[in-house]
């Protein structure tokens, strides 16, 4: 028996999912604010709907970000607390590695610019590639904006570009004749599929290692810069 545990609160929605083999539960619902109160709950309810406890898990995963700092450090300290509680490895999964599973929807060769609104007019953004039943990173996790994304994609044009940047953005995001999918987001089946092919390949790690991946280091303008943009 397999039995993997997958959260991410890094946007405004919590996901929480349980795979026990062939069997999932999953939840999704609102997050951010909430995330902090519901999430333990919420976990404990899906395992004993799964008939199992943090002890049967094999690992725990969690969506590590680019994302809300908050719900980041969220994710990231109840994976710690509950792994090192019941001395389990974590996974540490690449939220927009998330949006490009989505995105991909089955196909057995893809390649995937993800990319999430990152507010203060920024983009978080990477690009993956599907081949051989595995994802590859071709650009790491980014913070970025519409210009530049434009500037590389003029000498290396995007396949598939998906995620909400596309609709705050608008015709900002030019992606030339690339597939746009502006619905594809991060969910507890694509997360929890990401983890279970991250257990068969033996990338768990110690619970010290689940740390957010932040690409910003601030999270507000000063006063000049927010006059500078107008």
Not at 125 to 144: D, H, K, N, S, V
Not at 180 to 197: F, I, M, N, V, Y
């Amino acid at each position: 028996m397999t039995a993997l545990l997958a959260l991410d609160t890094g946007t405004e929605r919590m996901i929480v999912a349980v795979g026990v083999d062939d069997r999932v539960g999953i939840h999704e619902g609102p997050g951010g604010a909430k995330a902090s109160t519901l999430l333990i709950g919420t976990i404990m309810r899906l395992l004993d709907e799964a008939a199992i406890g943090l002890r049967d898990l094999d690992a725990i995963a969690f969506a590590r970000g680019p994302g809300a700092f908050t719900g980041l450090r969220t994710a990231c300290s109840v994976t710690q607390g509950l792994a090192f509680g019941v001395d389990k490895p974590v996974l540490p999964i690449d939220s927009l590695l998330v949006v490009a599973e989505n995105a991909r929807d089955g196909a057995r060769a893809c390649r995937v610019w993800a990319t999430i609104d990152a507010r203060m007019d920024q983009i978080y953004a990477a690009e993956y590639e599907f081949a051989a039943g595995a994802w590859l990173t071709r650009e790491a996790p980014m913070l970025t904006d519409c210009e530049e994304l434009h500037r590389r994609w003029q000498s290396d044009p995007p396949e598939r570009v998906a995620g909400d940047a596309l609709t705050v953005f608008g015709d900002r995001l030019q992606t030339g004749s690339a597939m746009r999918q502006p619905k594809a987001a991060t969910s507890g089946r694509d997360l929890l599929a990401l983890a279970r092919g991250a257990w068969a390949r033996g990338e768990g790690v110690d619970a010290a290692l689940a740390l957010p991946l932040y690409v910003r280091d601030k999270v507000a303008l000063t006063t000049l810069e927010r006059e500078a943009r107008r």
